[in-house]
């Protein structure tokens, strides 16, 4: 009678385990959309300033494209996560050998959310690029 107990108890440790990169992503997200609104402000202020620099403005929009790579790898991450954890779950309980695709799908997660942070990476060096170009060197 205590081995059900053991297996269901194993089985819902090893679905939880691809939560915690999930937990990462959620984490991401909201960095990622936090500057993504700071960005949108910034674009909005810059078109009411009839003075506003074109190369400021395409700077920024260049780095809203990276933000919005980031934000789909990450969202892409957190759904192949989820896949892997249903794979795993209902493969151990259908007692079923889906190696193949658990892989594939916590595989896909973990490049996703690598190629995400590549793109918060890239929009962060560009940036700070905007502040070292903004800011008076001192000589």
């Given at each position: 009678?205590n081995e059900p107990l053991s297996n269901a108890a194993h089985v819902i440790q090893l679905a939880l385990t691809p939560i915690f990169?999930?937990?990462?992503?959620?984490?991401?997200?909201?960095?990622?959309?936090?500057?993504?609104?700071?960005?949108?402000?910034?674009?909005?202020?810059?078109?009411?300033?009839?003075?506003?620099?074109?190369?400021?403005?395409?700077?920024?929009?260049?780095?809203?494209?990276?933000?919005?790579?980031?934000?789909?790898?990450?969202?892409?991450?957190?759904?192949?996560?989820?896949?892997?954890?249903?794979?795993?779950?209902?493969?151990?309980?259908?007692?079923?050998?889906?190696?193949?695709?658990?892989?594939?799908?916590?595989?896909?997660?973990?490049?996703?959310?690598?190629?995400?942070?590549?793109?918060?990476?890239?929009?962060?060096?560009?940036?700070?690029?905007?502040?070292?170009?903004?800011?008076?060197?001192?000589?």
């Amino acid at each position: 009678m205590n081995e059900p107990l053991s297996n269901a108890a194993h089985v819902i440790q090893l679905a939880l385990t691809p939560i915690f990169l999930l937990t990462a992503v959620g984490s991401l997200l909201n960095v990622f959309s936090t500057r993504l609104g700071r960005i949108s402000d910034r674009i909005h202020s810059l078109r009411k300033d009839e003075h506003c620099r074109a190369a400021e403005l395409r700077r920024l929009q260049m780095r809203s494209r990276f933000l919005d790579a980031a934000v789909s790898l990450a969202a892409a991450a957190g759904v192949l996560t989820c896949c892997a954890a249903i794979t795993l779950f209902f493969g151990v309980l259908r007692d079923s050998g889906r190696a193949a695709i658990l892989f594939a799908f916590f595989g896909g997660g973990l490049l996703c959310a690598v190629a995400g942070l590549a793109c918060f990476v890239a929009e962060i060096i560009l940036g700070g690029r905007t502040l070292r170009d903004e800011t008076p060197s001192s000589q």
